[in-house]
């Protein structure tokens, strides 16, 4: 049995008694304590119950974003400072605190005010029973810690969607769907009323609404989008970086599409779809209906979601690209040998001797050979039109004006076309505007929507040379040009001669998309496309 002094003192004395002797040591007078306060932005309060009259230090205005002397010490002032969407529960954690006398602790935000963010406090407190009951406690600001928190459960919500969306990415063989399951997946992880995912169609003049989230019914799949300069896509296409805008009403970088204006669109974030070669395949980009500030890790996710989407579009292109060359290969290996004996066959009838023969024959078989170079080396993907151009026309460079984007064709134009215009720059040589010395050759192209879908135009004119007329019957190698662009190609050709020089005029169709997909909402989208978008 323990023997403990008579005039021992009681345990809550004794807590008492030290704390006291605590206190003086550190804070010896009032000053001290409100340095101490201010320097770690703290404030303390009071509350008198009955009176409803509310005591604070006087860096809780600071504190709160208030003028000095705006507070006017009543329980009904101290409530308006409290955001709206907070204040149900600061005053269910009053209430509770008075009611079980157990000390509390919550977070609030100040009530919201013009060109000024949000500010967290967190107050936490107790009920003092000293005759007149009251509430006492402190306040701090913890918005940037608030903050803090928010980004780190942002960025684990985002790394746990690209992580789910990477692994369906890898096993999802249908891009459709792996395009709509990304929309969803940016909507709801970033939050966001809207999402697009846009496709760079043949020609790069164009967009298509691929895949979305949020958009009017029947847009997906067939509204278009410029991209002509001084767009929003152009500007997002030139751009490195994700272009950010708080709000479109506002924006004078670029002409903002109609069909965002026609969605009430407010804020947006966009960025590009790029592949591993440097070329844009398409745009990724998100809109609300409310004005929204995009934080650092929003524009990370978007860039990183982008980089998934062009992973797994090349690798469908890859392979889609492998089936058409094992296919390709065995259509071609048999025809190949068929062509050969055509292309013998025709040029021994319209060659004058051997000698005449072989160099004709030669030169074609070479042509040939070329484009099989280009698409092959090229890994039978699309190719610019620039690098067809050099091949063909090698030698005459010096005498031939360009005027064209430098658009990218697929493997089948780009073969078809080699044939055509070696033909055309042969006849060129001997009988045309190459044949002079002061003969000179225009080759000017364009791309663009018609209702045969994208298509690419050519212009070739000859200058200087001899003046030509209709003859009175086709050579083989106009039967080629004409075998190769309209039945080959499904294109048409036009051929003008006067005195200043053979005039042609060429259609071909670029019916081919750029991301694969279904055929039969390839051959929808190719057939009536809604009109382009500003």
């Not at 002797?21 to 509350?47: C, H, M, N, V, Y």
């Not at 003028?67 to 006017?72: E, I, K, N, V």
């Not at 409290?82 to 009053?94: F, N």
Request: hydrophobic share 40%; net charge neutral.
């Amino acid at each position: 049995m323990a023997l403990t002094s008579p005039n021992a003192p009681e345990p809550a004395e004794l807590d008492n008694r030290l704390a006291e002797e605590t206190a003086k040591e550190f804070f010896p007078d009032l000053a001290t304590i409100r340095t101490a306060l201010e320097a770690g932005q703290i404030g303390i309060w009071s509350w008198d119950i009955a009176s409803g009259k509310v005591t604070w230090s006087r860096n809780f205005e600071p504190i709160h974003g208030l003028l000095a002397g705006s507070f006017d010490g009543t329980y009904a002032s101290f409530e308006r400072h409290i955001h709206p969407d907070d204040l149900p529960t600061v005053k269910a954690s009053l209430a509770a605190a008075l009611q079980t006398r157990e000390p509390f602790r919550v977070r609030y935000r100040t009530a919201p005010r013009e060109n000024r963010d949000a500010c967290w406090l967190e107050t936490c407190g107790t009920v003092v029973l000293t005759g007149a009951d009251r509430v006492l406690g402190v306040c701090l600001d913890v918005t940037e810690r608030v903050k803090l928190e928010s980004e780190l459960r942002s960025r684990a919500k985002q790394h746990e969607a690209l992580a789910q969306l990477g692994e369906r990415g890898l096993a999802e063989p249908d891009l459709e769907r792996l395009l709509d399951d990304a929309a969803s997946t940016v909507a709801l992880t970033l939050s966001v009323d809207f999402v697009k995912i846009l496709e760079l169609l043949p020609g790069s003049g164009e967009l298509l609404l691929r895949a979305g989230f949020g958009w009017k019914k029947n847009l997906v799949g067939s509204i278009l989008t410029s991209a002509e300069p001084n767009s929003y896509a152009r500007y997002v296409l030139d751009s490195s970086v994700p272009i950010v805008t708080d709000d479109f009403a506002k924006e004078a970088r670029f002409a903002v599409p109609s069909y965002l204006t026609e969605h009430n669109c407010v804020s947006g974030m966009t960025g590009i779809i790029a592949g591993r070669d440097g070329r844009a395949y398409g745009i990724l980009g998100v809109c609300t209906s409310n004005k929204h500030r995009f934080a650092a890790q929003d524009i990370s996710f978007l860039v990183a979601v982008g980089n998934l989407l062009a992973g797994a579009v090349a690798r469908r292109q890859l392979e889609q690209r492998n089936e058409l060359m094992i296919r390709d290969l065995h259509h071609r290996s048999g025809n190949l040998f068929s062509q050969l004996l055509a292309l013998f066959s025709q040029t021994a009838k319209s060659s004058k001797s051997v000698a005449d023969l072989a160099s004709k024959y030669r030169a074609r078989v070479l042509a040939l050979a070329n484009a099989h170079r280009l698409i092959t080396e090229g890994g039978w993907k699309s190719i610019p039109i620039m690098e067809l151009f050099y091949v063909v026309f090698g030698p005459y460079l010096d005498r031939i004006s360009f005027a064209g984007p430098n658009v990218d064709l697929e493997p089948d134009p780009i073969f078809n076309l080699s044939a055509a215009l070696h033909e055309l720059a042969d006849n060129a040589v001997k009988h045309g505007s190459l044949s002079r010395p002061r003969g000179h050759l225009s080759l000017s192209w364009s791309v663009g929507r018609t209702l045969r879908g994208m298509t690419l135009t050519l212009d070739w004119v000859e200058k200087n040379g001899p003046p030509v007329r209709r003859p009175r019957r086709q050579g083989f190698g106009s039967r080629l040009l004409t075998l190769v662009i309209e039945r080959q190609l499904n294109g048409e050709v036009h051929r003008t001669f006067s005195r200043s020089g053979l005039a042609i005029h060429m259609v071909v169709p670029l019916t081919r998309e750029r991301w694969p997909g279904p055929e039969t909402a390839t051959a929808e989208r190719s057939e009536a496309p809604r009109s382009p978008s500003s």
